[in-house]
């Protein structure tokens, strides 16, 4: 007998159809022999549409009251689909994070797990009920309800299935497994039939949303297995697995893009030592995250130069006044920022033994007429920030130029 977490996303909790669709697979899945722990996302639209009430009622909402409304979203979701498993003549009870004890961090809105308790998960499946548990949410040490960031309940799926030692994590969702990128933006997108955890984790980090990074990272660390695959078909899905000789060998293994980021740039700053450092020290201590960083010595005359970055969008309001205050104290001629842009990346696992890659994207780029405003490489990964304009245009390109499509 095995032990299966399963995670439905938003779209597949969607209606009560197919609320009750998800509960006739985990009783399908319980009947052939496995204890079931079901972890549920909110009805698809709904994060958004709590998050755009919190929105509504002031512009910078307080983390842990936004919280306190997000979490909601799973709750109904949770109790809901144990009542179509009831209905279904099948036993179930949901349980919320602060039950099952999904310990977090006291960061509001993207919290991290610290401890999952497995003793109420198991009492549940020992009676043969199908436990289904809350996705996104937890408690922090006051007892207070947090949140996993967006996309977090796929957090929860790989993090439960760790702690309480699952063979594996189905993660079903609307695509039916990871592609080669975004397939509802680019037709020609392959399914991967499976997937190393680093180019997962890569991927994810730069904005392929159907994992959310941090699931990763947990199913890196323990070793969960990892099936993504589609709620509405039985069709084998992606494996996100270790590295291994079966892995197709791919120089590029996919393509994201993520329009989460907002450039700022801080024009005319003086051009010398400690300025940088100055600037980006006082935007960490107001724990907002840098992505991507160009500095330009420009305007030769007085040694003034540019300094464009990138935060994430979401933090942006936050960061605006204490940025122009910054800039100001650091002599700046003006800020700019540009919330129209996306960073478009390719990822893959053959980078690291081949040459003239990223000169490849920026040519393929170049040949389209796309200019680049920043640029960011690892190992694995080369990123470039383009107007937003040209997503679709810059994704296909590079799926294409890459040897990435259908044949
Ligand atoms: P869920 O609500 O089930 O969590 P998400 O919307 O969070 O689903 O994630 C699934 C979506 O991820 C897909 O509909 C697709 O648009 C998007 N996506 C982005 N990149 C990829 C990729 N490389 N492979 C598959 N899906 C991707
Ligand atoms: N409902 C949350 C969100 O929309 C978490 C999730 O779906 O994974 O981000
Ligand atoms: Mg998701």
């Not at 660390?221 to 892995?247: C, I, M, N, Q």
């Amino acid at each position: 007998m095995a032990l299966l977490v399963q995670k439905f996303g938003g779209t597949s909790v969607g209606s009560i159809e197919r609320i009750r669709n998800v509960a006739r697979r985990a009783l399908a899945s319980q009947r052939a022999g496995n204890d079931v722990v079901v972890i549920v996302s909110a009805m698809s639209g709904e994060t958004n549409r709590l998050l755009g009430l919190a929105h509504g009622v002031t512009q910078v909402p307080d983390a842990r009251e936004m919280d306190v409304i997000a979490a909601t979203g799973e709750q109904v979701a949770a109790a809901l689909l144990a009542l179509a498993i009831h209905a279904e003549g099948g036993q179930a009870r949901s349980l919320l994070g602060h039950q099952v004890k999904i310990l977090t961090d006291g960061a509001f809105t993207k919290a991290r797990i610290k401890t999952i308790e497995g003793s109420k998960i198991f009492e549940t499946v020992k009676k043969g009920q199908i436990a289904v548990v809350a996705g996104f949410q937890g408690v922090d040490e006051n007892g207070d309800i947090t949140t996993l960031g967006r996309g977090g309940s796929d957090t929860t799926g790989v993090a439960v299935a760790a702690a309480i030692g699952a063979s594996a994590c189905e993660i079903y969702t609307d695509v039916d497994g990871v592609y080669t990128t975004d397939p509802n933006i680019c037709p020609s997108a392959r399914k991967i039939a499976k997937i190393s955890y680093e180019e997962m984790l890569e991927l994810a980090s730069l904005g392929a949303k159907v994992l959310q990074i941090r699931s990763v990272e947990i199913a890196m660390k323990y070793g969960v297995p990892v099936h993504v695959r589609s709620s509405f078909s039985d069709a084998e899905g992606t494996w996100v697995t270790s590295e291994d000789k079966t892995l197709e060998d791919v120089v590029v293994a996919g393509v994201a893009y993520d329009k989460n980021e907002a450039r700022v740039v801080v024009v005319g700053v003086e051009d010398k030592p400690g300025v940088v450092a100055s600037l980006f020290g006082q935007i960490a201590e107001k724990n907002i995250s840098v992505d991507m960083i160009i500095q330009s010595a420009t305007s030769g005359r007085g040694q003034r130069a540019d300094v464009t970055f990138t935060v994430a969008k979401t933090d942006l309001a936050r960061a605006r006044p204490f940025l122009e205050e910054i800039g100001k104290a650091l002599g700046a001629k003006e800020l700019r920022y540009d919330e129209e842009v996306v960073k478009v990346s390719i990822v893959g696992l053959g980078m690291r033994s081949h040459a003239g890659v990223a000169a490849k994207m920026f040519k393929l780029l170049a040949d389209e007429g796309i200019n680049i405003q920043a640029i960011s490489t690892s190992e694995i990964k080369v990123s470039c920030l383009v107007a937003a304009k040209y997503t679709e245009l810059a994704v296909r390109t590079l799926h294409e130029g890459f040897g990435l499509s259908k044949a």
